[in-house]
């Protein structure tokens, strides 16, 4: 039960970040969240298993997180392909990439909003939760069994609804080359070098400048991302920068899961300002929708709060063990 419980835990905060914090989904319509978590909760939960069962990284985690939005909004719901997906947005027509099918102003948005949001951010929150077991597998062979299946049954449930209700099918030319990116995606992802963090003698930021650095970056990048080729390459820009100075900030020998903790914490903050200014997909907008936002935002705080009170305990008593290890071989 022990690890059965973070799984859980991840299985329903994957969606509940990923559409309720974002305001993608409103407060009346939260029971939807057992069929998004089938979704977004096995996805989130199968790439973290596998990646910490072969040893890969956070860079790992957000190739995943790439290939399983390019699954979801490519392959599945093809709101990249689909202009009259939704009318709150257009992510086919603006700012075109010719043969591509879809628009860069869409693809950066899909691949920011899944690839760290729904899957990187759910995995380092809910692990901050139980620091004492965020390096090790949660599940054995049955859980990674239920969860494939969960996932294979989110497939259908969302492949098929959106299809039946939409009647959309993009050409398979496009199809194809999405399921390609996917598994080349999934592939890199366990053939990058397995990270070397903390290799250098400098020290790292403190875990609170990198929590205000990471909202200011990726609030930013929301700001900036507007449906035109400017915006478009501000928030490339904003991203490029910003994965270069985390890189660099990892190699520095202090660097800890606290500061991993912090740089999800500063994007959930960034979640909980964007989700108000929000136009949900599925519920009711208006009042129902702000108070339930409000909720959901004190809720992410206060787990923000659990989180680092939990990562500050571990960081102390393992730096005390440390101390006694050091007494001890030197007694």
């Given at each position: 039960m022990r690890n059965t419980l973070p799984a859980v835990g991840l299985f329903f905060l994957a969606p509940l970040v990923g559409e309720a914090l974002l305001g993608a989904t409103s407060l009346d319509a939260l029971a939807l969240l057992p069929v998004l978590a089938?979704?977004?909760g096995s996805g989130a939960l199968l790439i973290r298993e596998l990646v910490r069962r072969t040893g890969r990284g956070w860079g790992s985690v957000l190739l995943l997180g790439a290939a399983y939005a390019l699954l979801e909004e490519g392959l599945l719901d093809q709101m990249l392909f689909n202009a009259d997906y939704s009318g709150n947005y257009d992510m086919v027509t603006v700012t075109p990439i010719p043969l591509v099918g879809t628009g860069a102003y869409g693809l950066i948005s899909v691949l920011a909003v899944h690839a760290l949001w729904s899957i990187t951010v759910p995995?380092?929150?809910?692990?901050a939760l139980v620091?004492?077991?965020?390096a090790r597998p949660w599940l054995g062979r049955t859980g990674l069994t239920v969860t494939a299946v969960l996932l294979a049954l989110g497939i259908v449930v969302v492949g098929w609804g959106s299809y039946d209700e939409s009647g959309f099918m993009a050409p398979w030319p496009l199809l194809a080359g999405t399921a390609a990116v996917v598994a080349a995606l999934v592939a890199t992802a366990f053939l990058i070098p397995r990270p070397r963090a903390g290799i250098e003698s400098r020290g790292a930021p403190r875990p609170l400048f990198v929590a205000v650095a990471s909202c200011a970056a990726t609030s930013a990048f929301w700001l900036v991302l507007q449906p035109s080729w400017v915006g478009v390459?501000?928030?490339l820009a904003i991203a490029v920068a910003a994965a270069g100075i985390v890189h660099y900030w990892a190699r520095a020998g202090d660097w800890a899961p606290t500061h991993i903790f912090a740089l999800a914490a500063g994007a959930t903050l960034?979640?909980?300002?964007?989700g108000f200014g929000q136009t949900p997909d599925q519920g009711s907008g208006g009042t129902v929708n702000l108070v339930g936002h409000i909720l959901l935002s004190f809720a992410a705080v206060a787990l923000l709060c659990v989180g680092a009170r939990r990562m500050g305990t571990h960081s102390a008593r393992a730096a005390r063990m440390a101390v006694s290890e050091r007494?001890?071989?030197h007694g």
């Open positions: 089938l979704l977004y995995i380092a929150l809910m692990e620091p004492d077991r965020a390459a501000a928030a960034t979640y909980a300002w964007v007494k001890t071989q």
